[in-house]
């Protein structure tokens, strides 16, 4: 079964909400294995806490970084460096009897270390891709350019979510960039437990689940 990787056009865009949707929504399990910044709290205690189903298993980090900044300086900073095959390793270990939500760190170009970019570790873990777009000015350049990325490296694209209403040009995002839109989610004012359990009811996972 392999690992569905949620990325997106930039930082907070929502693949944190979108992960927890889709943890929830599928029963998957949720891992985010590169980690930048924790004074205030990790994704995965974030997306653990959005959960109501018993089932989703919530795997630590690979590699656990304090400092707030691109993955390569904050790793940097604590006198280490990221390795591709050592997540791949870490991957292995996670039992696959149930879907894998895997959260990437920003967008597909930040850099892992000073040659590695987050869209190189989606090809290590041979995941398949899901695009967050968050709507605000700017970001239809911001998603072309992303999905402009995913066909160039041959990146296996599942297709869009959308975060948060802005204008109405998500059909314009689909047609140029090629990849469908799997689901729009309204701006969620407050994220609890009870608000992604009702996004999950509002939307139809059908699809995704087809394609596990």
């Not at 993955?71 to 879907?99: F, G, M, T, V, Y």
């Not at 066909?151 to 948060?164: E, P």
Request: overall charge negative; proline content about 4%.
């Amino acid at each position: 079964m392999r690992p569905l990787f949620i990325s997106g056009i930039g930082t907070s865009i929502g693949k944190t909400l979108v992960s927890a949707i889709l943890a929830e929504g599928l029963k998957a399990d949720y891992w985010k294995p590169v980690q930048a910044g924790y004074d205030n709290g990790t994704d995965s205690t974030r997306v653990a806490s959005l959960l109501s189903n018993p089932e989703s298993l919530i795997h630590p980090e690979t590699y656990l970084l304090r400092l707030a900044a691109s993955p390569h300086i904050a790793a940097r900073e604590e006198n280490c460096r990221i390795e591709l095959s050592r997540i791949k390793q870490d991957l292995e270990k996670i039992q696959a009897s149930r879907p894998l939500i895997i959260e990437g760190a920003g967008g597909l170009m930040v850099p892992l270390n000073e040659t590695e970019f987050v869209y190189d570790l989606i090809e290590e873990l041979d995941a398949r891709v899901i695009l967050v777009s968050r709507n605000y000015l700017g970001s239809i350049n911001h998603s072309l350019m992303t999905a402009e990325i995913c066909r160039t490296k041959g990146l296996d694209v599942m297709g869009w979510i959308f975060n948060d209403q802005y204008m109405n040009y998500e059909s314009e995002i689909v047609r140029w960039s090629g990849y469908p839109s799997l689901f729009s989610l309204p701006l969620l004012d407050h994220l609890t437990k009870d608000s992604v359990s009702r996004a999950v009811t509002r939307l139809d996972l059908s699809y995704l689940c087809s394609r596990l």
